[in-house]
């Protein structure tokens, strides 16, 4: 009976967030895909929770990482084993207090491991559900198949619904109140709402879809960590300026498969024109792609400089992904270079343009 007792009062605590303390190491995704306003291509990001988390000690950064982790994968993955190697390494203060990026360090580190290697349970003390003594070399195994290889600090609603749109999930803290809990009176349409009840600590939940106009607002959709009796069924919403002043405090993040190295690289090349080590392509970094210049009719044509052309002496260009390929057409010297050519005496240009001036060559 006092066992029953003491699992009824953890699960009403169950927060265990603490503020984001930046060391330096993070990567901005602004960086990568840009800082300006973002309009989604898609009504609905198509992605979908595979599984709502029930939390019995303060571990909710580990059930969000998990959850999110469990949408890249398609395969339900094991919360305790997260909090498990948090314990072993030091992340974890209490009962499963950390910040937002403690479980990005050990998915990077060592993965999660599937469900059925290590069920969830809440029947056990705090000292036998995180020991690492359970831990086999068999879950380690497995949980290296479930790595990620880089997270990145996601600053505001934009950037949150642009990863969104990418397809990847986004983990975040809030500061809970009271109002947000079932017992508070939290209701149709669950919207957690900040100004309501008081401030209990810092929560991680995460996000997997959008709605440019619910209740008149831009929100996220966001999964909680209380089981399927929780909001609509343990989902809720978080309006756009609500999610940009929490995460000011608490931090959020999404993970990216790309490696440190082909992201630092990245950062370090966005707005450069580089050209490849061992040929002659030249490409625009941007957006993390790389998007190809296919000639130099069309790089006159953006007003690029031929001494601001970088050689890729990393030979890193053939790991980053394409994106559109320039268009002659579309650039804002096209007219002006048309009139050159016809008034030119010499026939110096002429060759570079041909193919898309044809008609000045007739």
């Not at 994106?323 to 096209?334: A, H, I, K, R």
Request: proline share 3%; aromatic share 14%.
């Amino acid at each position: 009976m006092i066992d029953f007792i003491k699992n009824l009062f953890r699960k009403k605590i169950g927060l265990g967030l603490l503020p984001l303390r930046k060391d330096g190491t993070e990567f901005e995704l602004g960086a990568l895909w840009g800082f300006g306003d973002y309009t989604p291509k898609k009504q609905s990001s198509g992605l979908n929770a595979l599984s709502v988390k029930y939390q019995a000690y303060n571990t909710c950064q580990f059930n969000s990482a998990v959850g999110a982790k469990e949408i890249d994968e398609g395969v339900k993955l094991s919360t305790r084993f997260l909090v498990c190697m948090g314990r072993k390494l030091g992340l974890i203060s209490g009962d499963g207090f950390s910040n937002i990026k403690t479980g990005d360090l050990i998915l990077q580190k060592y993965g999660v491991c599937e469900y059925q290697f290590l069920p969830d349970t809440n029947e056990l003390s705090w000292e036998e559900y995180s020991s690492f003594s359970v831990i086999s070399p068999s879950m380690i195994a497995n949980a290296l198949k479930h790595k990620i290889q880089s997270y990145w600090f996601v600053r505001n609603y934009n950037q949150a619904v642009k990863a969104l749109d990418k397809g990847h999930p986004v983990r975040f803290g809030v500061g809970w109140r009271t109002s947000m809990n079932m017992s508070g009176g939290f209701s149709v349409p669950w919207l957690l709402n900040f100004l309501l009840g008081y401030l209990v600590d810092g929560h991680a939940i995460y996000a997997f879809d959008w709605n440019l106009n619910y209740q008149g607002k831009k929100v996220l959709k966001c999964v909680n960590s209380y089981g399927t009796v929780y909001g609509d069924g343990g989902f809720m919403y978080i309006t756009e300026d609500d999610f940009n002043r929490e995460v000011a405090e608490y931090g959020a993040t999404a993970n990216l498969d790309i490696p440190r190295s082909q992201a630092e690289w990245l950062i370090t090349n966005s707005g450069k024109i580089v050209k490849e080590l061992n040929g002659n392509k030249i490409y625009f970094i941007g957006n993390g792609v790389k998007q190809m210049i296919p000639d130099m009719a069309t790089f006159f044509a953006y007003n690029f400089k031929k001494d601001e052309i970088l050689i890729d002496e990393e030979n890193m260009l053939p790991n980053i992904p394409s994106g559109e390929t320039f268009n002659f057409w579309n650039g804002s010297l096209v007219l002006p270079i048309y009139e050159i050519i016809k008034m030119a005496k010499d026939d110096t240009l002429k060759p570079i343009f041909k193919s898309y001036f044809d008609n000045l060559f007739i």
